[in-house]
Protein backbone atom coordinates (compact mmCIF):
# COMPACT_ATOMS: atom_id res chain seq x y z
CA UNK A 1 0.00 0.00 0.00
CA UNK A 2 1.63 3.29 -0.73
CA UNK A 3 1.38 6.30 1.13
CA UNK A 4 -1.67 7.98 0.29
CA UNK A 5 -3.84 4.78 0.18
CA UNK A 6 -2.46 4.23 3.61
CA UNK A 7 -3.77 7.75 4.69
CA UNK A 8 -7.01 6.84 2.87
CA UNK A 9 -7.41 3.76 4.89
CA UNK A 10 -6.29 4.96 7.97
CA UNK A 11 -9.37 5.79 10.40
CA UNK A 12 -9.65 6.53 14.19
CA UNK A 13 -10.66 3.43 16.05
CA UNK A 14 -12.44 3.62 19.44
CA UNK A 15 -13.75 0.32 20.25
CA UNK A 16 -10.85 -2.31 20.20
CA UNK A 17 -10.37 -6.28 20.29
CA UNK A 18 -9.00 -7.99 23.29
CA UNK A 19 -5.86 -9.29 21.24
CA UNK A 20 -2.60 -8.20 22.35
CA UNK A 21 -0.77 -6.37 20.56
CA UNK A 22 2.97 -8.11 20.01
CA UNK A 23 6.75 -7.09 20.87
CA UNK A 24 7.57 -7.11 18.08
CA UNK A 25 4.73 -4.96 16.08
CA UNK A 26 4.79 -2.43 19.04
CA UNK A 27 9.00 -2.25 18.64
CA UNK A 28 8.43 -1.55 15.06
CA UNK A 29 5.67 1.33 15.64
CA UNK A 30 8.16 2.86 18.24
CA UNK A 31 11.14 2.41 15.98
CA UNK A 32 8.51 4.64 13.36
CA UNK A 33 8.85 7.26 16.44
CA UNK A 34 12.16 6.81 17.18
CA UNK A 35 13.30 7.68 13.52
CA UNK A 36 10.73 10.88 13.06
CA UNK A 37 12.46 14.10 12.98
CA UNK A 38 12.26 16.75 15.51
CA UNK A 39 13.69 20.14 15.74
CA UNK A 40 17.58 20.84 15.41
CA UNK A 41 16.83 16.97 15.85
CA UNK A 42 16.64 17.51 20.14
CA UNK A 43 14.11 14.38 20.80
CA UNK A 44 12.74 15.66 23.39
CA UNK A 45 10.13 12.96 23.07
CA UNK A 46 9.67 11.09 26.26
CA UNK A 47 7.01 7.83 25.47
CA UNK A 48 5.45 6.14 28.48
CA UNK A 49 4.00 2.68 27.27
CA UNK A 50 1.34 1.48 29.33
CA UNK A 51 0.10 -2.12 28.72
CA UNK A 52 -0.25 -3.31 31.84
CA UNK A 53 -3.36 -4.26 33.50
CA UNK A 54 -2.89 -1.78 36.54
CA UNK A 55 -0.87 1.07 34.15
CA UNK A 56 -3.84 1.00 32.30
CA UNK A 57 -6.80 1.17 35.13
CA UNK A 58 -4.77 3.86 36.38
CA UNK A 59 -5.16 6.27 33.28
CA UNK A 60 -8.94 5.31 32.86
CA UNK A 61 -9.35 6.05 36.48
CA UNK A 62 -8.56 9.73 35.07
CA UNK A 63 -9.70 10.21 31.41
CA UNK A 64 -12.20 7.88 28.84
CA UNK A 65 -9.73 8.51 25.88
CA UNK A 66 -7.90 5.72 26.63
CA UNK A 67 -11.03 3.51 26.25
CA UNK A 68 -10.64 -0.34 25.88
CA UNK A 69 -7.15 0.03 23.67
CA UNK A 70 -4.58 -2.89 25.37
CA UNK A 71 -1.79 -0.90 24.82
CA UNK A 72 -1.47 3.58 25.77
CA UNK A 73 1.58 5.55 24.27
CA UNK A 74 1.49 8.73 26.47
CA UNK A 75 3.43 10.97 24.23
CA UNK A 76 5.61 13.69 26.19
CA UNK A 77 8.12 15.92 25.75
CA UNK A 78 10.95 17.39 28.52
CA UNK A 79 10.80 21.03 28.17
CA UNK A 80 14.69 21.00 29.13
CA UNK A 81 15.78 18.91 25.74
CA UNK A 82 13.41 20.87 23.35
CA UNK A 83 14.49 23.51 20.69
CA UNK A 84 13.58 26.74 21.52
CA UNK A 85 13.38 29.64 19.33
CA UNK A 86 14.97 32.09 21.20
CA UNK A 87 17.72 32.86 19.04
CA UNK A 88 15.61 34.39 16.63
CA UNK A 89 13.57 36.53 19.19
CA UNK A 90 10.60 33.95 19.76
CA UNK A 91 9.14 32.29 22.72
CA UNK A 92 8.76 29.26 21.01
CA UNK A 93 8.81 25.94 22.13
CA UNK A 94 9.36 23.04 19.74
CA UNK A 95 8.13 19.94 22.09
CA UNK A 96 4.56 20.04 21.37
CA UNK A 97 5.24 20.17 17.47
CA UNK A 98 8.02 17.34 18.06
CA UNK A 99 6.38 14.99 20.07
CA UNK A 100 3.08 15.43 17.72
CA UNK A 101 5.67 14.37 14.46
CA UNK A 102 6.79 11.12 16.91
CA UNK A 103 3.17 10.07 17.01
CA UNK A 104 2.32 10.76 13.62
CA UNK A 105 5.04 8.62 12.46
CA UNK A 106 3.78 5.93 15.20
CA UNK A 107 0.08 6.29 14.05
CA UNK A 108 1.02 5.53 10.34
CA UNK A 109 3.31 2.49 11.29
CA UNK A 110 1.00 1.16 13.17
CA UNK A 111 -1.79 1.71 9.93
CA UNK A 112 0.33 0.19 8.16
CA UNK A 113 0.88 -2.64 10.53
CA UNK A 114 -3.10 -3.33 10.59
CA UNK A 115 -3.03 -1.86 13.82
CA UNK A 116 -5.32 0.68 15.19
CA UNK A 117 -4.88 3.67 17.09
CA UNK A 118 -6.40 6.78 18.15
CA UNK A 119 -4.84 10.27 19.01
CA UNK A 120 -6.37 11.38 21.62
CA UNK A 121 -6.41 14.83 23.80
CA UNK A 122 -9.45 15.02 25.27
CA UNK A 123 -8.42 15.41 28.75
CA UNK A 124 -7.02 17.59 31.24
CA UNK A 125 -3.22 17.08 30.97
CA UNK A 126 -2.27 18.18 34.42
CA UNK A 127 -4.64 15.41 36.27
CA UNK A 128 -2.53 12.50 34.42
CA UNK A 129 0.96 14.14 34.56
CA UNK A 130 -0.30 13.67 38.21
CA UNK A 131 -1.37 10.64 38.71
CA UNK A 132 1.61 8.85 37.17
CA UNK A 133 3.86 11.83 39.01
CA UNK A 134 5.58 12.81 35.55
CA UNK A 135 8.54 15.23 36.65
CA UNK A 136 7.75 18.86 36.35
CA UNK A 137 9.61 19.39 33.13
CA UNK A 138 7.64 16.61 31.22
CA UNK A 139 4.64 17.51 29.51
CA UNK A 140 2.04 15.51 28.29
CA UNK A 141 0.98 16.31 24.63
CA UNK A 142 -1.18 12.94 23.84
CA UNK A 143 -2.29 9.77 24.04
CA UNK A 144 -1.94 7.80 20.79
CA UNK A 145 -3.90 4.59 22.08
CA UNK A 146 -3.24 1.07 20.11
CA UNK A 147 -4.44 -2.01 19.54
CA UNK A 148 -6.55 -4.71 16.74
CA UNK A 149 -9.76 -2.75 15.76
CA UNK A 150 -13.22 -4.57 17.22
CA UNK A 151 -15.28 -5.09 14.18
CA UNK A 152 -17.38 -1.72 15.00
CA UNK A 153 -13.95 -0.14 15.76
CA UNK A 154 -14.08 2.43 13.23
CA UNK A 155 -14.51 4.71 11.08
CA UNK A 156 -16.53 7.30 12.53
CA UNK A 157 -18.95 9.77 10.24
CA UNK A 158 -16.96 12.35 11.01
CA UNK A 159 -13.51 10.37 9.12
CA UNK A 160 -14.77 10.66 5.58
CA UNK A 161 -15.55 14.71 5.85
CA UNK A 162 -12.09 15.69 4.47
CA UNK A 163 -12.11 19.93 3.48
CA UNK A 164 -11.35 20.19 -0.35
CA UNK A 165 -7.63 21.84 -1.14
CA UNK A 166 -9.50 24.76 -2.25
CA UNK A 167 -10.43 25.66 1.29
CA UNK A 168 -7.05 24.76 3.00
CA UNK A 169 -4.56 25.71 0.72
CA UNK A 170 -3.97 29.03 -0.50
CA UNK A 171 -1.54 29.99 -3.09
CA UNK A 172 0.29 33.55 -2.31
C1 LIG B 1 -4.76 16.56 18.04
C2 LIG B 1 -5.87 15.55 18.00
C3 LIG B 1 -6.64 15.37 19.13
C4 LIG B 1 -7.66 14.41 19.13
N1 LIG B 1 -8.36 14.18 20.30
C5 LIG B 1 -9.31 13.22 20.32
C6 LIG B 1 -9.97 12.90 21.52
O1 LIG B 1 -9.67 13.43 22.59
N2 LIG B 1 -10.93 11.95 21.49
C7 LIG B 1 -11.28 11.29 20.35
O2 LIG B 1 -12.16 10.43 20.38
N3 LIG B 1 -10.66 11.57 19.17
C8 LIG B 1 -9.67 12.50 19.13
N4 LIG B 1 -8.98 12.76 17.97
C9 LIG B 1 -9.33 12.04 16.75
C10 LIG B 1 -10.02 12.98 15.73
O3 LIG B 1 -11.32 13.27 16.18
C11 LIG B 1 -10.04 12.27 14.36
O4 LIG B 1 -8.71 12.09 13.92
C12 LIG B 1 -10.80 13.10 13.32
O5 LIG B 1 -12.15 13.19 13.64
C13 LIG B 1 -10.70 12.49 11.92
O6 LIG B 1 -11.13 11.14 11.94
P1 LIG B 1 -10.18 9.97 11.48
O7 LIG B 1 -8.97 9.95 12.38
O8 LIG B 1 -11.00 8.71 11.61
O9 LIG B 1 -9.80 10.23 10.05
C14 LIG B 1 -7.93 13.67 17.96
C15 LIG B 1 -7.12 13.84 16.82
C16 LIG B 1 -6.09 14.75 16.87
C17 LIG B 1 -5.19 14.88 15.64
Redesign the pocket.
Known amino acids: MDFLELSHE???V?NFDPRPVGEETLEKILEAGRLAPTAVNAQPQKIYLLKSREALEKLRGVTR?AYNAPVVLMVCYDEKVSWKATPYGDTYDSGEMDASIVTTAMMMQAAELGVGS??????KAGDIEKAFALPENIHLV?LLDLGYPAKEG???E??SLRKPLSETVTEL
Open positions: RCSRMLWARGFCGPSRH
